[in-house]
């Protein structure tokens, strides 16, 4: 997706199903799972997260310094392939959530990759099962 389609996309869904989210308390966990990379958003930036993927207008008229903090937040969810342009026949999304400047933060972890990324039918050992890879 080029920079430009980027701004002139204003909704956005989850990009599943290669893409997993739950959201507990104030904190949303997010699952690229063809990457195995995670993501944590934490107050803000987990209700920012949900009203972006339940179809929330990000495209809406801002003030200079939150326009340019949720253009860098919604570019990182396009870039990590979080997210994905919402069909044009919708319905009108969710009202975009208020935040604190400086509190859209997505922390990304790469830690359980390997294990993420598995396919547990097809990528693991026959005889010891999941999370067992292979041997190669």
């Known amino acids: 997706m080029s920079e430009s389609e980027k701004i002139q996309t204003c909704r956005w869904e989850l990009a599943t199903p290669d ?4 959201v507990l ?7 690229n799972l063809d990457t195995g990379v995670y993501f944590q958003a934490v107050g803000d930036a987990s209700r920012i997260w949900v009203s972006v993927i339940n179809g929330a207008d990000t495209g809406i008229a801002l003030d200079e310094g939150p326009r ?8 990182l ?3 990590h392939g979080l997210v994905r342009p919402r069909s044009e026949g919708d319905s009108p999304g969710t009202v975009l959530s208020e935040w604190a ?5 997505l922390d990304s972890h790469d830690d359980l990759q390997d294990l993420l990324a598995l396919d547990p039918v097809h990528d ?4 010891a099962g999941w999370p067992q ?3 190669k």
Not at 124 to 127: A, D, H, L, Q, R
């Open 77 to 79: 969810l396009v870039g």
């Open 68 to 75: 340019q903090e949720l253009d860098q937040f919604v570019s």
């Open 25 to 31: 308390d104030d904190e949303a966990v997010i699952i």
């Open 133 to 135: 890879q292979p041997s």
């Open 101 to 105: 400047v400086g509190s859209l933060i």
């Open 19 to 22: 893409v997993v989210s739950d």
């Open 124 to 127: 693991v050992e026959s005889t």
